[in-house]
């Protein structure tokens, strides 16, 4: 993470529920993935975090799917996943 100084420090936890506008490097389903599976996004925008850049654009971040939720009728499936890291 970027500090305002311009420093570089390797470890900042973001609060539960923020908000990251990121693509997806592949397809997920409620139909073929399973709880545990890898998840690869990349970083459309920059995160900021106090006075500064933590997560850069293009950034990947690395997760793993934590909660399937099968789709029911009248109701779309879901897929909740939990970001480890970003580099």
Do not use: C, H, W
Not at 22 to 44: C, F, H, P, W, Y
């Amino acid at each position: 993470a970027y500090g305002e100084d311009n420093s570089y420090n390797n470890f900042v936890t973001l609060p539960e529920g923020s908000f990251l506008r990121a693509t997806m490097q592949r397809e997920l389903s409620t139909a073929t993935n399973k709880i545990g599976d890898e998840v690869r996004m990349m970083a459309t925008t920059p995160t900021f975090a106090g006075n500064g850049i933590v997560i850069p654009e293009k950034s990947i971040y690395i997760g793993e799917i934590i909660q399937i939720n099968q789709p029911i009728e009248g109701i779309n499936g879901a897929l909740k996943v939990q970001i480890n890291k970003s580099g």
